[in-house]
């Protein structure tokens, strides 16, 4: 792997863990962090000995947003033909192993939104959602208006986006943007837990679940049906479920491949 200023990657057995680190700006993201965050990423899926990857921050800021001293002198000219910021956005989304935010902390405009691309989102007591764009004169940009919608409901959506309001922990987990909520020094034990388990089971299936969940943002019923039934009948020619469906009629543990 190559050395990287702005993040931290570690592997724990199947799971990989990757940490924003720009403390002293609470993680805020500008392109330089983008960039190693895409390419940690991209390396994390094409690894076949990593099955889940964590994306994480401090305890005090998952990421605060994008770096707004460095956009604060951005002309539309240079934003747009450079893609500014949002150039590898799609990458986060594209990875094909699944991904948790482990969030504690600040989770602000771009941080919200790089919540918002994982799979699912852990948080600590302590995470403050929010899209403050609107303070500073812009909108979201990079999925903030579109997956915040999907994820919360156009009321509440709207509210944050429109007022710039943060999100407690729990309202996050009432509002369904979140999957669980833990004290703050259960987070990172609890978000490798999950993710142990997700890489404890058989590589396919676990990928091929991501995928038809993910469909449900994209396609209409019926082509996620027809998707979800095309996938579940193809694990029927893997070894995975050959075992999996043994080890449950001879009562023990089930043992997937590796790959
Ligand atoms: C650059 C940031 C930053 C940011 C915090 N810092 N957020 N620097 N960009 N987004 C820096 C501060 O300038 C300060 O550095 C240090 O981090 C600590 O922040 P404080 O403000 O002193 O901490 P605190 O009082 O605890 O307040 C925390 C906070 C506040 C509520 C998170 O920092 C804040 O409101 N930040 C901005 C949040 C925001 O508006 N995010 C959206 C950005 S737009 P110095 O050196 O000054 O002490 C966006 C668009 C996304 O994300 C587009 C697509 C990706």
């Keep these: 792997m190559t050395p990287y200023n702005n993040i931290l990657l570690e592997t724990i057995d199947a799971v990989a863990r990757i940490t924003l680190n720009r403390p002293a700006q609470l993680n805020a993201l500008n392109d330089e962090l983008m960039d190693e965050l895409s390419y940690a990423l991209t390396a994390c899926d094409a690894n076949p000995s990593i099955a889940a990857i964590i994306i994480t ?144 089971y058989g590589r396919l299936s676990t990928m091929m679940a ?5 469909l449900t943002q994209e396609a209409s019923l019926s082509s996620g049906l027809q998707f979800e039934r095309r996938a579940f009948h193809s694990l029927f020619a893997t070894a995975d479920q050959k075992e999996g469906m043994a080890a449950f009629i001879e009562k023990r543990k089930a043992t997937f491949k590796k790959p």
């Design 57 to 200: 921050g401090s305890d005090k800021a998952f990421a605060a947003g994008a770096d707004i001293k460095a956009m604060a002198n951005l002309d539309f000219e240079t934003a747009y033909l450079n893609n500014f910021i949002t150039r590898n956005w799609d990458t986060i989304s594209n990875v094909r192993k699944p991904v948790i935010a482990a969030v504690a902390g600040f989770a602000l405009g771009g941080g919200c939104e790089l919540a918002l691309a994982c799979d699912t989102i852990v948080a600590a007591d302590n995470a403050q959602f929010g899209q403050p764009e609107i303070k500073l004169g812009v909108i979201p940009g990079a999925g903030g208006t579109q997956r915040l919608t999907r994820a919360i409901g156009k009321a509440k959506a709207m509210d944050m986006i429109l007022t710039g309001r943060m999100m407690d922990a729990a309202e996050a987990e009432r509002s369904g943007l979140v999957s669980r909520v833990v004290p703050l020094a259960e987070l990172a034990g609890t978000a490798l837990k999950m993710a142990n388990i997700i890489a404890g």
């Design 210 to 214: 991501k995928e038809a969940v993910n």
